[in-house]
Each structure stands twice: as C-alpha cells, then as structure tokens.
C-alpha cells in the first residue's frame, strides 16, 4: 500500500507553486516528494512533469546547455553579453597560470547549484590551492574564474519576460565584542526567522561553509557594530539574504537576460549577474534552470512579486 505523500515533503518552491496551480484550477500529484517531481494537467488537459521549478514544456538542449556553467557562458559571449574572463581547468596548474593573469579570481566546480565548491575573491596561492581542491570534490572539472567586486543579482525571467530581480547578500554577523563569530553564527541560526525546511526567506548559515572562508578568523571576536562577512558566495542555501531590487537594475541587464533565457528556450530561468554599479557594467555569470521563485514572491526585504502566479500561467497555456 503507497503511503500517501504530504506537500510538506516538498521544497519550498515547488510547495509554493503546487498551492498556486491548485489554485489556478489544475489537476495537481506529487510524484515523489523527496525530488519534488509533480504531474499536473494544464488547460487542454495534457499532463505535464514539473520538478523542483523546471517543466518539461522547457528545452531539453536548453536546460542541457545551461546546466554547463562553462557552456553558458559561451552561448552569452557569442549573443555579445559581457562575461567575466575564464578557464575551464582539468590540472591546478592551469589555474595557478590564470592567477597570474587576474589578481582575484574565483574558483567552482563546472557543474553543480547553491554555491556548492565555490570559492570567491582568492588572491593567495594557499587559498587557491584549498579552494581548487574543494572545488575538484563536486566536479572533474574546475572553472577559474575573474572575480568581478559588485552586486551579486538574480534576474527572474518567465516565459522569456522580466519578472522580478533580487540582489543576494552573503551571510554575515554582527559583533557584540563579547562573542566569537563561531558563537555569532551560532547565535543566528538559534532564530526562528532562519529554517530550512519552511517557507521562509533567510536559510541557516552553513557552518561548514563559514570555516572554510575564515579559518581560524572564525574563532576571534569582533568588536561591537562590526558587520563580518562570513561565507563566499551570497547564495540562500549558505545562509544568504535576498533583497528585493527589480526598480533598480538597468534596462540592459533585463534585456541581456531576457535574451539569453529566449536563446535557451526556457520557460523559468533564473540569470545571474555581477553588477558593478560604480562603472554601470554587469557580467553574465550562469543561469539557473531551477530558480527559486519563493525567494521573489518573499523576498527578506522590499516588495513581492507575482512571479509564482505568472509562471503557473505560463505552465497551464
């Protein structure tokens, strides 16, 4: 006998858009909840799969291309999107002669999502040495990459529109000039606002993630007001913070990603940029083919969006 399976099971997006194809008036299963795979019938009644945030009404190629964050990447130089420099690295020598060539550089597996083996702003041997061998445990292949000082920005894009933007923050702590930031961090998780498991804006801090980006900074104390950055990258799953910013990015950064998201032929994507917003460029980084549309329908500060009731609409045509 099957054991009933609960929504609670599953991720926070895919909880988010079951509610809403429900209630937009699909027919909606939950195939399996540990994967969030769905089965939901749209306004002609064909059946379709959604997992996690990605149709299968979406490219097949495109998802395939776009899951290759080196492949990516050289779609977008070939439309004429600014991209960072980079190198595909199979041997840390590799690496260590694109180093020489960029003075911070950032270092991640060439597949993989959530900041996963990703090292940023690494301006020492041992740091790129450490970080190489982090990345080398998620991927056979290692991108070094230009580390570009700016805005870290999720551009949401569906149906090959604009939808919403977000900037995300890295994890971070203030001093009390009492605790470590071992027991700051330690103190964040403790709040209520950060779970993993419901619909909420703020993730706990990865603990792990913070060790490996401090050292053994993690056990000083910082003085009081003082604001620490303590992970990499400023992704939600690290323990990041996500700000609502669709006034604010430019009309061309929209249209780079409108782009690159139609070239790909995908229904949901999530283009992610570096905004540096003294000179007013931005670079294409990667797009994330299974988005988290929670984190624009609540974002940890500014307005919400529709996007969740816009991509349902587009999953029923």
Not at 111 to 134: C, M, P, R, W
Not at 165 to 187: C, H, Q, S
Not at 243 to 257: G, L, N, P, R
């Amino acid at each position: 006998m099957n054991t009933p399976v609960s929504r609670e099971q599953l991720k926070v997006s895919t909880r988010v858009l079951y509610d809403e194809l429900l209630k937009q008036g699909s027919s909606v299963e939950i195939i399996d909840g540990s994967s969030s795979l769905l089965e939901y019938t749209d306004q002609a009644g064909d059946r379709h799969f959604l997992f996690s945030t990605c149709s299968d009404k979406s490219s097949a190629t495109g998802l395939i291309i776009a899951k290759s964050k080196a492949k990516s990447v050289i779609i977008a130089e070939r439309m004429g999107i600014p991209t960072p420099s980079q190198l595909t690295c199979r041997d840390i020598r590799e690496v260590r002669k694109f180093h020489t060539e960029h003075a911070r550089i950032v270092i991640k597996p060439a597949f993989g999502s959530g900041g996963t083996g990703v090292s940023t702003n690494i301006t020492t041997d041992d740091a790129l040495e450490k970080a190489y061998h982090y990345a080398k445990t998620h991927s056979h292949l290692v991108i070094a990459q230009q580390h570009i000082i700016g805005d870290d920005v999720r551009l949401l894009i569906i149906d090959g529109k604009f939808c919403s933007a977000v900037i995300r923050k890295p994890a971070y702590v203030i001093g009390d000039g009492i605790a470590t930031i071992e027991e700051l961090i330690n103190i964040a998780n403790a709040d209520l606002s950060r779970n993993d498991d419901t619909q909420s804006s703020l993730m706990h801090i990865n603990i792990n993630a913070a060790r490996r980006f401090l050292g053994e900074v993690m056990y000083t104390v910082p003085s009081l007001n003082k604001t620490v950055r303590v992970v990499g990258p400023a992704n939600v799953s690290l323990g990041g913070s996500l700000h609502e910013a669709t006034s604010e990015v430019s009309q061309q950064m929209i249209a780079d990603a409108e782009s690159i998201s139609k070239a790909l032929d995908l229904g949901i994507c999530g283009v992610d940029m570096m905004w540096d917003r003294k000179t007013g460029k931005h670079y294409f980084i990667e797009a994330n083919v299974t988005p988290g549309i929670d984190i624009h329908n609540d974002p940890f500060s500014g307005t919400s969006s529709d996007a969740a009731q816009l991509y349902v609409k587009w999953l029923l045509l």
